[in-house]
């Protein structure tokens, strides 16, 4: 079992920029960002390829050109460098990991990660 560990949210103003860190305990193939809002479904976010050679990256459409997925791979460590919030950027966010290649289609669906961490709150005000 892998432990993630997530820390870096907090409440920021419209426009204002927050990086979250995921630290993780064991081997990932894959981590990603994900967020729940209140009353909506988890939604993933970005993903990163963690055990091959280069840092290869996804995002969904919502998030392209705002949010930035890193990785320091020395220190087990995803990082989520979120600029230009905005107040619909408010929600619970998680970090979540596979050990294993995930196709295409489902990288970025939640129910396909098995590792996951207890979430950090970002609220974005106006």
């Known amino acids: 079992q892998v432990e993630l560990v997530e820390s870096g949210g907090g409440e920021v103003q419209a426009g204002g920029s927050l990086t979250l860190s995921c630290a993780a305990s064991?081997?990932?193939?894959?981590m990603g960002w994900f967020r729940q809002a209140p009353g909506k479904e988890r939604e993933g976010l970005a993903l990163?390829?963690?055990?091959?050679?280069?840092?290869?990256?996804v995002y969904t459409d919502s998030v392209k050109g705002r949010f930035t997925i890193s990785q320091d791979k020395a220190k087990n460590t995803v990082y989520l460098q979120m600029n230009s919030l905005k107040p619909e950027d408010t929600a619970m966010y998680y970090c979540?990991?596979?050990?294993?290649?995930?196709?295409?289609?489902?990288?970025?669906?939640?129910?396909?990660?098995?590792?996951w961490g207890q979430g950090t709150q970002v609220t974005v005000s106006l």
């Open positions: 979540a990991g596979a050990p294993y290649a995930l196709s295409a289609a489902t990288r970025l669906s939640p129910s396909k990660y098995v590792y």
């Open positions: 064991g081997y990932t193939y894959i």
């Open positions: 990163i390829y963690t055990a091959t050679a280069e840092d290869r990256t």
